[in-house]
């Protein structure tokens, strides 16, 4: 499976504005509440505690934040292109402006992590990362993703 298959145009986010990795982790959390029905704060908690275990920025401006909750039935994935880079924490430094939150349900910890993977895999394709970037809206950003999916099969 691909990240195409964990996403739809209401689970994408562009030109996002945020100031800091706890602002747009509240953002995304509370994209995910209106998706899943789990609260925006216990998702927020949950992203958190993941993220005091070590930073998710995985380099060239990306950040794959993930974690697992008990109320959820199936995995997802958000989305989000920022206007402006921030600072994730990023072991290279570099600022985060392509950020894939993905949050599977607790018993199904592997459907998880194998999502993760695949965005790792699609998202290390520059060229992936460039037409994301230039995505002005969610079905442009799909249309990407799902031209590109064969890159993380």
């Known amino acids: 499976m691909s990240i195409i298959d964990y ?15 706890k602002q747009l982790i509240e953002q995304l959390a509370e994209r995910g509440a ?10 927020f908690e949950m992203i958190m505690r993941r993220e005091r275990l070590g930073s998710t920025a ?17 995995t997802i994935g958000i989305i989000a292109v920022l206007a402006t880079p921030i600072d994730f924490d990023a072991a290279d430094k570099k600022p ?3 950020v ?13 992590l194998k999502c993760v993977s695949s965005v790792a895999k699609l998202l290390g394709d520059v060229a992936v990362r460039n037409q994301l970037r230039q995505a002005k ?17």
Request: proline share 3%.
């Open 58 to 74: 995985i380099g060239d401006g990306i950040a794959i934040p993930h974690a697992v909750h008990g109320d959820l039935t199936r």
């Open 137 to 153: 809206t969610a079905e442009a950003l799909l249309q990407s993703l799902a031209a590109r999916s064969d890159v993380a099969a």
């Open 96 to 98: 985060v402006d392509i």
């Open 7 to 21: 996403i739809a145009a209401d689970q994408v986010m562009v030109g996002v504005v945020s100031s800091s990795k």
């Open 34 to 43: 209106v998706l899943t029905g789990i609260s925006q704060r216990s998702l």
């Open 100 to 112: 894939c939150l993905v949050i599977g349900p607790q018993d199904a910890d592997c459907d998880h």
